[in-house]
C-alpha cells in the first residue's frame, strides 16, 4: 500500500496484479477482483472483507502479509481499506456499558487490557473517542475480532453492523506502529 496504480508482481505469495494506495480506498473491485495478500510499506491501515469499510477488519503495520487473510480466517479478500493517520498527543476515549451513552461510563488515556477487570464493566456499547486512534477487541487482552476507532461518538455499536459483540479490550494506536 503505497502510490496508486496496478502491474504484475511476482515475490514470494504476492502474485498477479497489485493495487497500490496511500489513502482510503472504499471498494477494490474496480481495481482488481480480489486481494489474497498485502504489503504495508509504510503506516498503518485497517482493511476490510466488505465494500465500504463494513466486515470483519484487520489491522495491518508494515510489513508483508502473504497468508494473513487465511490466518485471521478472512473468509474472501480485502475489499476496502482504510489508512490510519500518525496522531501525536495524548489519547482520550470515554466508554459507556449501554448504547446512547448511557450505564456506567469510564474515560480512558491508555491501553486498558480487560474493562472487565479494570472498571467492573461487563460491556462496552458505546464511546466517544476525543483524542487519537483506538482499536477495540472483542475479548480481553486484545484478541479477537477488531474495530478501528477514530475521533468522533459512537452511539451504538449495533448500528454500526456490530450486533452481539462485546468489545473487552481497547488499545492506542501508537506512533510507534509507523
Known amino acids: 500500500m503505497g502510490r496508486h496504480g496496478t502491474q504484475d508482481l511476482e515475490k514470494m505469495n504476492f502474485q498477479g496484479r497489485h493495487y497500490e494506495c496511500m489513502s482510503d480506498c472504499s471498494d477494490m473491485s474496480s481495481y482488481m477482483s480480489r486481494c489474497q495478500s498485502c504489503r504495508v510499506e509504510s503506516g498503518c491501515f485497517m482493511v476490510y472483507d466488505r465494500p465500504n469499510y463494513m466486515g470483519n477488519q484487520y489491522f495491518m503495520k508494515r510489513g508483508e502479509y502473504a497468508d494473513y487473510m487465511s490466518m485471521m480466517g478472512m473468509r474472501d479478500s480485502i475489499r476496502s481499506c482504510r489508512m490510519i493517520p500518525m496522531h501525536r498527543g495524548q489519547f482520550r476515549m470515554k466508554i459507556y456499558e449501554r448504547e446512547n451513552f448511557g450505564g456506567q461510563s469510564y474515560e480512558l488515556m491508555d491501553d486498558c487490557d480487560n474493562i472487565m477487570d479494570r472498571y467492573r464493566m461487563n460491556d ?48 492506542r494506536i501508537m506512533d510507534s506502529c509507523y
Open 124 to 171: 462496552c456499547q458505546s464511546c466517544n473517542v476525543m483524542d487519537g486512534h483506538w482499536l477495540m477487541y472483542e475479548q480481553p487482552h486484545y484478541r479477537g475480532r477488531m474495530m478501528y476507532m477514530r475521533p468522533g461518538e459512537y452511539r451504538s455499536f449495533r448500528d454500526m453492523g456490530m450486533s452481539g459483540m462485546r468489545w473487552m479490550s481497547m488499545r
